[in-house]
């Protein structure tokens, strides 16, 4: 079975700091990651994803993501934040081979940025 | 490319009554997914389209149900609406291929309000 847990529902951080948005899973096999992130009143859009390969993996609008193998983590970063980034993120995880073609979602986290 | 387009985006209805969302995934695409988005439950995955085929269903009851089009359009119906089904339902469409780790890409989502 593949599960993933946001253990913060809120994260607050001031402009220009760095954020990290945790992320944990559980899978039996390999795991496939993703981060998703929410405006209001909008679906959710794609920022990265993590297959396979180096630990680090970049995405869209600045953020990164840091897999984890042993601590089972794969937790957002961003070095300088902004307002704009204020949203909801969503983490999810698929567990192949062998497992659900469909991700399991986290319950989401949402980012506040303060001027 | 055009994105995955709901349609409607608002919609109110009263308890008892049936309701049709529709979702035109990307070109190309051929799996649809629909969810249910709410603050208490979070994402949960309703069902999976592939090929006009259903390959894959959450846990709902039998008064959610879904279909596919030739084209890869998706609709989905709730009938004998509850109060309870009040919630953002949103589309996803993945392009498929042999790598199986496709993102996806999400519309707008419907707001249904069961007055």
């Known amino acids: 079975a593949q599960s993933v847990a946001q253990p913060e529902d809120q994260v607050n951080v001031a402009e220009g700091n760095p954020l990290t948005v945790k992320c944990t899973y559980s899978?039996?096999?390999?795991?496939?990651l993703f981060w998703y992130v929410q405006y209001p009143n909008r679906g959710l859009q794609f920022l990265l994803k993590?297959?396979?390969?180096?630990?680090l993996v970049k995405g869209s609008y600045g953020f990164e993501a840091e897999f984890n193998k042993s601590q089972t983590s794969f937790h957002l970063k961003k070095p300088s934040a902004l307002v704009s980034d204020s949203a909801l993120y969503f983490c999810?995880?698929?567990?192949?081979?062998?497992?659900?073609?469909?991700?399991?979602f986290g319950r989401g986290t949402s980012l506040i940025v303060h001027p | 490319k055009a994105g995955v387009t709901q349609t409607p985006r608002y919609l109110i209805k009263t308890r008892g009554q049936q309701v049709t969302l529709s979702c035109s995934p990307i070109s190309g695409h051929r799996s649809v997914s629909w969810y249910q988005q709410t603050p208490g439950q979070g994402l949960q995955f309703l069902f999976e389209y592939f090929s006009e085929t259903q390959r894959n269903k959450g846990n709902f009851p039998g008064r959610f149900s879904g279909r596919q089009f030739s084209n890869s359009r998706s609709e989905m119906n709730v009938s004998t609406l509850e109060l309870g089904d009040s919630a953002l339902y949103l589309c996803a469409s993945t392009r498929t291929g042999t790598g199986d780790y496709n993102e996806q890409f999400f519309g707008p989502g419907t707001r249904l309000t069961v007055l």
């Open positions: 899978v039996s096999g390999n795991p496939y």
């Open positions: 999810a995880v698929r567990d192949l081979p062998g497992g659900s073609y469909i991700p399991t």
């Open positions: 993590y297959i396979t390969g180096d630990n």
